[in-house]
């Protein structure tokens, strides 16, 4: 009985530990989510405004879309997981501190829990609530506002697992003076809400960050040799959108500050009719012209990089569709057309008697009387039409009939000798 009961023990402290890893893993989880949620979110809102390119002297509310525009859905189901997650892990350490307090560790001044939820503001301390309270409370769920309550969330985060580590470190038990001391039963009471609401949270939150991120992102689906190809070119069109988008803020910008200017004068001229305009007037004018050429410049800047991005994608697909260079002649060897005409020597050498005659001797006397006399017959033959041979293209022509077939083979050779 000792043993099974010492043997139930052991896999009840395994299963907690299993269970609190899970606690410890789904929080790092969706600590890391909702940072990359945060930076998705920050990164289309700098992108819809056109980056930096919009000068200063324009007016930030006309840069782009209004932010709640921008990822309304990730940004709500945000805010959502992240005030859960903070309420939840806020009242288990609420938890902790009352059933399990430790006067040496415990201050008021240690624990975000100990400040009262509804000076933190951001609807935290409501209990129900509504989605038109919730885009009240937090401006729209604005950036800042998502980043504080992030803040907040790692902060009580982090103080639950620290005060719970103390809770389960070595020696506790015998520091331990209450009459119904920690056991592992009290565990579950402390982590299962969380363990809950954590995992929901963190559903969600990768639920709507996967949806959000896969419209935010260009997915092609090409083969991979084409695939590099594909993405310089949408690289190369959000940039000449970029410029595009650039420019007509700046032109719009442009446009409405000479309507408001045009207004302007005619008003002055209908009451300035009768008198005649000021120094002073004269001076705001000028001001009001130089508040013009920052937006002049930059148009003119838009404009140019426009027109640059342009001629290079002209270029470049200029080279693309270009016929490939035709491949060089290949080289040949020149061949003069003439007859040669055998030397004597060359002849002699032809039908001279070969040494490896008296080589050959000894085999031949081996032969037979009739293999001897054919091989004789035919080394006769042979040498009889060698020397016809030699005496049908030995014959040495005389020169001036030498001169006359190159005059008439090689008509350019044949002039030259000539005339030699």
């Known amino acids: 009985t000792l043993t099974t009961s010492r043997l139930c023990g052991c896999r009840r402290v395994q299963s907690l530990a299993v269970q609190l890893e899970g606690l410890v893993n789904n929080s790092r989880a969706l600590t890391s989510l909702s940072r990359k949620s945060l930076r998705l979110i920050q990164e289309t809102e700098v992108i819809s405004r056109g980056f930096t390119l919009v000068s200063a002297a324009c007016p930030f509310n006309r840069a782009g879309q209004l932010r709640s525009q921008q990822l309304i859905g990730l940004r709500k189901v945000a805010y959502q997981s992240l005030r859960c997650a903070f309420r939840?892990?806020?009242?288990?350490?609420?938890?902790?501190?009352?059933?399990?307090?430790?006067?040496?560790?415990?201050?008021?001044?240690?624990?975000?829990?100990?400040?009262?939820?509804?000076?933190?503001?951001?609807?935290?301390?409501?209990?129900?609530?509504?989605?038109?309270?919730?885009?009240?409370?937090?401006?729209?769920?604005?950036?800042?506002?998502?980043?504080?309550?992030?803040?907040?969330?790692?902060?009580?985060?982090?103080?639950?697992?620290?005060?719970?580590?103390?809770?389960?470190?070595?020696?506790?038990?015998?520091?331990?003076?209450?009459?119904?001391?920690?056991?592992?039963?009290?565990?579950p009471l402390i982590t299962d809400s969380l363990h809950r609401t954590l995992a929901a949270c963190l559903g969600n939150l990768q639920r709507s960050f996967d949806f959000h991120r896969y419209f935010e992102t260009p997915h092609q689906s090409l083969p991979s040799e084409r695939n590099g190809r594909a993405q310089q070119k949408c690289r190369e069109l959000n940039s000449l959108h970029t410029s595009v988008r650039s420019l007509q803020l700046h032109l719009k910008t442009l446009l409405n500050e000479v309507i408001i200017l045009e207004d302007d004068l005619e008003k002055l001229m209908v009451a300035k009719e009768t008198e005649e305009m000021t120094c002073a007037g004269y001076q705001d004018l000028k001001e009001r012209l130089q508040l013009l050429q920052p937006h002049m410049q930059a148009s003119t800047c838009c404009w140019d990089d426009t027109l640059a991005q342009v001629d290079r994608m002209l270029r470049r697909v200029s080279k693309e569709t270009a016929a490939p260079d035709p491949l060089p002649p290949a080289p040949f060897t020149h061949i003069q057309d003439r007859d040669p005409v055998p030397e004597e020597q060359e002849l002699e050498a032809y039908v001279s008697d070969s040494d490896s005659e008296t080589e050959w001797r000894g085999v031949t006397d081996m032969l037979s009387p009739w293999e001897q006399e054919r091989q004789r017959r035919e080394r006769e033959e042979s040498r009889r039409v060698l020397l016809e041979l030699k005496s049908v293209l030995g014959i040495r022509t005389s020169d001036g009939a030498r001169d006359k077939r190159k005059l008439l083979l090689f008509s350019d050779q044949g002039t030259t000798c000539t005339n030699t």
């Open 88 to 187: 939840a892990s806020r009242l288990a350490t609420c938890v902790m501190l009352k059933s399990y307090p430790d006067p040496t560790i415990d201050n008021v001044t240690n624990y975000v829990s100990t400040v009262p939820i509804r000076e933190l503001g951001l609807g935290l301390g409501v209990e129900h609530l509504s989605d038109d309270q919730a885009q009240e409370l937090t401006n729209d769920y604005s950036l800042p506002t998502l980043k504080m309550l992030f803040q907040l969330w790692v902060g009580q985060s982090s103080e639950f697992f620290r005060r719970l580590a103390l809770l389960l470190s070595p020696g506790r038990e015998e520091l331990d003076s209450r009459s119904s001391p920690l056991t592992y039963s009290s565990v």
